[in-house]
């Protein structure tokens, strides 16, 4: 570690500054942010949403530019603008995946927009392949654990959460069980506990069971596409919540997919582009380690009302029935196998999220639609396009034609 990164990161530490956070996936944003105050950094998710926010990301990024990064840029100004903080004690954060992706390109376009406006507020990073190094926050093996945990956990309160909230008893009630969950998990961080994860599941569990679901459920669809816009309310104007107003129960896949198809590419990437040996070892043995952890919440849900996530080895070997495992721009091979797992499990309608013009996951994305209807017929995608000047209405109304199969269907 350089000096100038240890005393900068230092300084964020002792002089309390507040490092906002962009909401991407509001239940795993939250328990990730616990997991930096536990390590001195003050950190916190924003929660600014609306029409503002992609205006104020136009004055900066241009339209054709990519549509998460608009919102990232547009939600950083959007909140340092709200007079809530001292911006000589502010700090802006974005992950970094390294990639080919023009994500591995975000921190410039914040750091150039914000500086415009803000010269004095830094914009740090989150990456574990030597991007930006000076300013990449340290993460000692410690933080790195506590925050895979934090994922899974993330994944688990998802995933009950989204089966539950359509068969609430009155509005807002799996709203009101997650925040204790998130007060219990916040507990066990700051007091013991954290790891103890059967017992920590098994209180969740108990939470969400004060919400019975029917035996006959109602109809399930999935949503796949671009890390940010299939997980960010934000990004797909509350796809989630239109699904369950619709009359139907939202099937996000686990975060920990996505981290284990970066991991395990790592490992891929030695055989198809012959890097490091002894790197690609190092990354399947983690690759093994984290499936193994996330693989007991299948176990902890076995015999529950809940359905589980599909075992991240289930959803690898459906790669090699539709796509190259080498295609690993962006989501790559990730998009079309875990529709294919979908569609084993029952999920046959899937809203395929991408930003408008993000090449990587229009090939992905879309242009697998045709092959995998040809290997299932009665799949029913719909890709939907998201960016600054996509109405919501038009959206709406794409999804909504999807959902009609399934009236027909029924009949």
């Not at 410039?108 to 914009?123: M, T």
């Not at 688990?156 to 909230?165: G, I």
């Not at 529709?339 to 395929?352: D, Q, S």
Request: glycine share 8%.
């Amino acid at each position: 570690m350089t000096k100038f990164r240890k005393a900068f990161f230092k300084k964020l530490r002792d002089e309390k500054y507040t490092i906002l956070i962009p909401n991407m996936l509001p239940i795993h944003i939250r328990l990730l942010a616990m997991n930096f105050q536990k390590f001195g950094y003050n950190a916190k998710m924003m929660e600014v949403g609306g029409r503002k926010v992609k205006d104020q990301g136009l004055k900066y990024v241009h339209n054709d530019a990519c549509y998460p990064a608009l919102l990232v840029v547009g939600q950083c100004i959007e909140e340092l603008k709200s007079g809530n903080y001292d911006l000589n004690k502010v700090a802006c954060f974005m992950t970094q995946t390294g990639g080919g992706c023009r994500a591995s390109n975000y921190l410039s376009l914040i750091r150039k927009a914000i500086q415009k406006e803000y010269p004095q507020i830094p914009v740090v990073s989150l990456n574990f392949s030597g991007l930006e190094k000076d300013y990449s926050i340290p993460t000692p093996p410690k933080m790195i654990f506590q925050g895979l945990t934090c994922v899974l956990y993330g994944d688990m309160m998802m995933n009950l959460y989204n089966q539950t909230k359509p068969y609430e008893t009155y509005k807002g009630e799996a709203d009101e069980i997650l925040d204790d969950c998130f007060k219990y998990i916040s507990n066990k961080l700051d007091k013991g506990g954290f790891f103890k994860t059967k017992k920590n599941y098994t209180y969740m569990i108990d939470k969400f069971n004060k919400i019975k679901i029917p035996e006959k459920r109602k109809p399930r669809v999935g949503i796949v596409g671009e890390i940010y816009v299939k997980y960010s309310s934000l990004a797909n104007n509350d796809l989630v919540d239109f699904l369950v107003k619709e009359g139907c129960e939202a099937y996000s896949p686990a975060l920990s997919e996505f981290i284990s198809y970066c991991i395990i590419n790592i490992a891929y990437s030695h055989k198809d582009y012959g890097t490091s040996y002894l790197e690609s070892k190092i990354a399947y043995t983690i690759y093994k380690i984290f499936n193994r952890m996330a693989l007991k919440q299948g176990k902890m849900l076995k015999g529950t009302q809940y359905i589980p996530y599909e075992d991240f080895e289930d959803i690898r070997a459906c790669t090699s029935e539709i796509i190259s495992p080498s295609v690993k721009m962006g989501e790559g091979w990730l998009i079309p196998s875990e529709m294919l797992e979908m569609y084993r499990h029952g999920i046959k309608n899937i809203v395929c999220c991408q930003p408008f013009g993000c090449l990587p996951n229009h090939i992905v994305g879309k242009g697998m639609v045709r092959p995998l209807k040809k290997l299932c017929p009665d799949l029913n995608i719909a890709p939907i396009d998201y960016d600054p000047g996509a109405t919501k209405v038009n959206q709406e109304n794409r999804i909504k034609l999807m959902l009609a199969n399934i009236g027909r269907e029924a009949k």
